[in-house]
């Protein structure tokens, strides 16, 4: 079984920046592809960047191109995402996510393991 903690999140000013982590424990996330997804309240799921294993083939949503980037340090069982340039509408809980089939986590569907999910706040 894997678990996966996210950390990083919190309240920041527009223009901003914040990193997430998101550190899995219990077994290596070997080959698997890995991704971010946020909700906001009263809104559905989506995704905001993922990334293969390699660190290869990396998504993001239109929303965060130029603002949002993964990372992961497959040593330290870790994925990042870099969010720099906040926006209010940034708002809401971060996960990370991962499966080891980079389809399942880049269309956003149901991928095997999820973090709990890191609050971020962005005031204007």
């Known amino acids: 079984q894997v678990q996966l903690v996210e950390s990083g999140g919190g309240l920041v000013q527009a223009g901003g920046s914040l990193r997430l982590s998101c550190v899995a424990s219990g077994r290596t996330l070997s080959g698997y592809a890995m991704g971010w997804f946020r909700q906001a309240p009263g809104k559905e799921r989506e995704v905001v960047a993922a990334c293969r294993w390699s660190g290869g083939d990396k998504l993001y949503a239109d929303s965060v191109k130029g603002r949002f980037t993964i990372s992961r340090d497959n040593a330290k069982n870790t994925a990042y995402l870099q969010m720099n340039s906040l926006k209010p509408e940034d708002t809401a809980v971060y996960y990370c996510?991962?499966?080891?089939?980079?389809?399942?986590?880049?269309?956003?569907?149901?991928?095997?393991?999820w973090g709990q999910g890191t609050q971020v706040t962005v005031s204007s």
């Open positions: 996510a991962a499966d080891a089939s980079y389809g399942t986590v880049v269309t956003g569907a149901r991928s095997r393991y």
